[in-house]
């Protein structure tokens, strides 16, 4: 049977929504059949990401702590040296005199 003439036999508005309805089902069975279960996989990939990127934040953390700490450690050895430098100068200036 080809369209013309069920729409002869039946009308228009009843083809219509027989062809909507199975246009519906079809639509309802792809979302089913072939998101649903891709949706639920992209799900459990994207909690696998955010624990990774977490991770990463708090490696970030870390390393930041360890670089604040260095930075500390160089400018306290940079005021122990300048103040070994003055005595060793007053020393010297010490003994010119």
């Given at each position: 049977m080809d369209v013309a003439s069920l729409i002869?036999?039946?009308g228009f508005p009843i083809v219509a929504v027989v062809g909507?309805?199975?246009f519906i089902y079809y639509v309802w069975k792809y979302i089913n059949?072939?998101?649903?279960?891709?949706?639920?996989?992209?799900?459990?990939?994207?909690?696998?990401v955010i624990d990774q990127f977490?991770?990463?934040?708090q490696d970030l953390i870390r390393l930041?702590?360890?670089v604040n700490?260095?930075?500390?450690?160089?400018?306290?050895?940079e005021v122990l040296e300048d103040?070994?430098?003055?005595?060793?100068?007053?020393?010297?200036?010490?003994?010119?005199?």
């Open positions: 002869a036999d039946f909507l309805g199975y059949n072939d998101i649903k279960p891709e949706l639920g996989k992209m799900h459990m990939e994207l909690i696998r977490r991770m990463l934040d930041q702590q360890k700490v260095v930075l500390e450690y160089r400018a306290r050895q103040a070994k430098e003055k005595e060793a100068l007053e020393k010297i200036e010490g003994k010119k005199k």
